[in-house]
């Protein structure tokens, strides 16, 4: 047991250092950089290296409590500073998954959608086998259906509960517990960590954020964040599809299994009537909530 817990103990603190403290110490050197060089001398290093021995000569530095204190504060700084990262993240998320139906989301979701439609247009009008590829492809990278959300994450997300409701007749948001509970332990974790590797994207673009904000001190903060900003999105778009593609193969491989548990399907699994069956047991209710979906 002692040793399962220092085993523990060390896999927290690794995650800890690399989520939380590491990124927070980067930002406050940031941040210390801003309010020392502000715009104007802002690739001034011999400025910043002058400013950093004044601070090194002081009796604060000099003194072992001193020193001790800087430290704590930093790291309690660095703490601070990521889990605003990780509340950030989560808004990240919220963003990105908004159904767009006003303002600004509703603008955007509608442009996605004409994009679709005149993709689709293009590969109806295909005269070449080489040119109908061609256009579905263009069409696929816009969305696998026709869009419906302001961004190309919420389409993929709402794309895997659509494409599932449509063969298998499942309200994934209802049936995904039970689903849960009987898939493989192996199953499960790569369902988390492709989680993990989603959130993880969110947490990126929302230091991206931070340093797109601390650019009002310090401009090259722009660019820094910038560049962090366009790897979350790159990051955040491959997790999706692989977060989105697990997800179905989960439905795929025991939907029949989540069937026979609650004793509903025959000896196969492929008449979504049956998935409704199951829709009103999870439910508790004679409404069928697959046909939502689309709204």
Known sequence: ??????????????????????????????????????????????????QITNWSSSRSFQSVGGTVLIMVTALLGSIAVGLAVGALGTCVEMVWTLPGRR???RWLAERRRSRSRKAKERADLATSEAELAEAI?????????????????GDRLRVTRLRIAAVYGLDLDSAWARLWLIIPEDTRN????????FAASTRTTAWGI?????????WPALLIGAGILIIGHVRSRSATANLS??????????????ADSIKTAGDTYTNPDVGRQINRFIQKSRWDPTSALAD
């Open 1 to 50: 047991m002692n040793g399962f817990l220092s085993e523990v103990g060390k896999k927290l603190a690794e995650r800890w250092l690399s989520l939380l403290a590491l990124p927070g110490m980067l930002y406050l050197a940031a941040v210390t950089v801003a309010i020392t060089l502000g715009h104007t001398h802002a690739w001034n290093l011999g400025e910043l290296s002058s």
């Open 137 to 153: 492809a263009a069409a696929n990278r816009i969305c696998l259906l026709e869009a419906d959300r302001p961004t190309w994450i």
């Open 210 to 218: 931070l340093y797109v904000v601390l650019a009002g001190w310090w």
């Open 103 to 105: 303002g600004p989301a």
């Open 190 to 197: 790569e369902l988390t960590s492709a989680r993990d590797s």
């Open 245 to 258: 593609e697990l997800i179905e193969a989960v439905v795929d491989l025991h939907a029949r299994e989540l």
